[in-house]
């Protein structure tokens, strides 16, 4: 697995995988080698919908 760069990514950040987000992280893990973790917002928990949104506010927020 290889980004744009060349280079191999240090871990994956999970989004959009709601209940299966536990899972998703175990299987590319496994098969990819690389850790995986859910992706994390001071906002709330980004979805699937939102992580977008949740992005654009915390880079216009006052205190980012």
Do not use: H, W
Not at 14 to 29: I, K, P
Not at 41 to 54: C, F, K
Request: proline share 6%; with cysteine.
């Amino acid at each position: 697995m290889r980004n744009n760069l060349g280079g191999r990514p240090e871990k994956l950040m999970l989004c959009g995988f709601g209940a299966r987000t536990d899972e998703a992280e175990r299987r590319f893990q496994e098969e990819l080698g690389v850790t995986a973790e859910p992706l994390r917002s001071p906002l709330a928990t980004p979805g699937e919908n939102n992580a977008g949104l949740l992005g654009y506010l915390r880079s216009i927020a006052r205190n980012n």
